[in-house]
């Protein structure tokens, strides 16, 4: 067996180089990924950078597995966004054309367009993704 596969060197990173399989497990990830971002950052050159990679989508297993993201329409986002920021559809003209298009959007009588997905994502400082 080659000397990186020997079992004694496995188990000594696989509590962390491991798809967690339970809540605790995870946890554990979660402590040592802030960790990592902590020290590594932004730095893609640091030597560590790899290892918080890694460590992201492994715990990215277990949270689709465990939390499942749900389907909402871009109307959906929309909703949430406008509530949360106490906005009404005359608050998003700019962005999406006279109040009665707004709410047509919100009641899925009309979808965003693109122009419209773009104007809101910047407005909201969100990917334009989360309306599609």
Same mark, same amino acid.
């Given at each position: 067996?080659?000397?990186?596969?020997?079992?004694?060197?496995?188990?000594?990173?696989?509590?962390? &180089?491991?798809?967690?399989?339970?809540?605790?497990?995870?946890?554990?990830?979660?402590?040592?990924?802030?960790?990592?971002? @902590?020290?590594?950052?932004?730095?893609?050159?640091?030597?560590?950078?790899?290892?918080?990679?890694?460590?992201?989508? &492994?715990?990215?297993?277990?949270?689709? *597995?465990?939390?499942?993201?749900?389907?909402?329409?871009?109307?959906?986002?929309?909703?949430?966004?406008?509530?949360?920021?106490?906005?009404?559809?005359?608050?998003?003209?700019?962005? &999406?054309?006279?109040? @009665?298009?707004?709410?047509?959007?919100?009641?899925?009588?009309?979808?965003?367009?693109?122009?419209?997905? &773009? *104007?809101?994502?910047?407005?909201?400082?969100?990917?334009?993704?989360?309306?599609?």
């Amino acid at each position: 067996m080659s000397e990186l596969l020997e079992e004694a060197r496995w188990r000594g990173v696989e509590d962390f &180089l491991s798809v967690p399989h339970t809540e605790a497990e995870y946890d554990n990830a979660v402590v040592l990924l802030n960790e990592l971002i @902590d020290t590594v950052g932004d730095d893609e050159t640091h030597p560590l950078a790899g290892l918080m990679e890694t460590l992201g989508t &492994l715990m990215e297993v277990y949270e689709k *597995a465990h939390y499942p993201m749900p389907e909402v329409s871009g109307a959906d986002v929309l909703a949430y966004l406008m509530e949360e920021h106490g906005l009404k559809p005359v608050d998003l003209v700019e962005e &999406l054309g006279k109040p @009665d298009d707004v709410l047509e959007i919100l009641n899925g009588l009309r979808d965003l367009n693109p122009q419209q997905i &773009l *104007a809101i994502s910047r407005r909201f400082h969100i990917l334009q993704d989360v309306f599609l």
